[in-house]
Nanobody, 121 residues
Framework: QVHVVESGGGLVQPGGSLRLSCAAS????????MGWYRQGPGKQRELVAE???????TYSDSVQGRFIISRDNANNTMYLQMNSLQPEDAAVYYC???????????????WGQGTQVTVSS
């Protein structure tokens, strides 16, 4: 299995920036995708951005142009640089890692516990 831990959340004013980090450890995966999801109060969890092991990134329309996802494959770490934050970006942000275990080919779909992002003046 893969253990996932997020960090970097906090309180920021509208227009400000935050950088989230996600560290994954455990099983070695192949063809893996790492992604950021968020869940605001009373809302369903939604995809924010995801990135493949090859570096291909996709974003939701709501964050395109403001957020940047990146990853460090050598250290199994993913980042989300969030700029121009707005109150509607406030949510618990979750890291997700999907792929297949290298030796067993078993599917892996692991989530972190989440980190709170609050956007308020």
């Amino acid at each position: 299995q893969v253990h996932v831990v997020e960090s970097g959340g906090g309180l920021v004013q509208p227009g400000g920036s935050l950088r989230l980090s996600c560290a994954a450890s455990g099983s070695v995966l192949r063809f893996n995708v790492m992604g950021w999801y968020r869940q605001g109060p009373g809302k369903q969890r939604e995809l924010v951005a995801e990135i493949t092991s090859g570096g291909t990134a996709t974003y939701s329309d709501s964050v395109q142009g403001r957020f940047i996802i990146s990853r460090d494959n050598a250290n199994n770490t993913m980042y989300l640089q969030m700029n121009s934050l707005q109150p509607e970006d406030a949510a618990v942000y979750y890291c997700n890692v999907r792929g297949r275990a290298l030796f067993t080919n078993a599917p892996v779909d692991s989530w972190g516990q989440g980190t709170q992002v609050t956007v308020s003046s």
